[in-house]
């Protein structure tokens, strides 16, 4: 049996409601946009897609060797824009900034599943919360002129000390996200 899995960084319930907020005042300009429910926003560190469940004890192992030599640090969440751009906007999102630790993270895990037959990802990687994918153009310039006020905000800082794999059914009233394991940094390592 397949299933649609991701890894992914958590974020906690206070600052899934705080961006929330945000989405709720966003949604007031009726734009064509499918928002993301509060409780299912992560930060994707990398999509897997359509994963056989016989994998998931090989990709287990393989996560835990590659998070074990991390130990933990914080992102910020700051911010909001548009993907690619203003002028032909696909994904809303909420920025997230770090120390300089994603970067390797993300590599790790990229190569260590790319061992396993997951397609290595082109574009680079840009930490980011998708708050919402854009249908159409309808309500977009006033939702843009709002969205320029979150451009400064900072919605708040998140302890990483563990990296989950996650999966999804999709539903008729959105996708539905479980965690299949979670993955603490520093696993292996013995004190």
């Known amino acids: ?14 600052l899934q409601r705080e961006i929330g907020e945000c ?22 560190i990398k999509f897997l897609g359509n994963t056989p469940d016989v994998l998931l004890p090989k990709i287990h192992e393989s996560l835990t060797k590659v998070v074990s030599t991390y130990g933990p640090f914080y992102i910020k969440l700051y911010g909001t824009g548009l993907f690619p751009n203003k002028k ?33 990802e082109n574009r680079e990687f840009n930490p980011h ?22 451009k400064e905000k900072e919605f708040g800082s998140v302890p990483v000390e563990q990296i989950l794999l996650m999966k999804s059914d999709l539903t008729p009233k959105g996708p539905e996200y479980a965690c299949v394991h979670t993955i603490p940094f520093g696993s292996n390592v013995v004190s």
């Open 1 to 14: 049996m397949n299933l649609r899995c991701f890894i992914a960084i958590g974020i906690p319930g206070l």
């Open 23 to 44: 989405i709720e005042i966003l949604k007031k300009h009726d734009a064509d946009i499918k928002w993301v429910r509060p409780e299912n926003l992560h930060l994707t």
């Open 88 to 120: 032909y906007p696909r994904v809303i999102w909420a920025g997230v900034h770090d120390s300089g630790r994603m970067k390797p993270l993300q590599d790790g895990i990229e190569g260590s599943m790319s061992l396993l037959g997951f397609k290595k």
């Open 129 to 150: 919360l998708t708050l919402g994918r854009v249908r159409s153009q309808r309500g977009m310039i006033m939702l843009v002129d709002e969205l320029d006020t979150f």
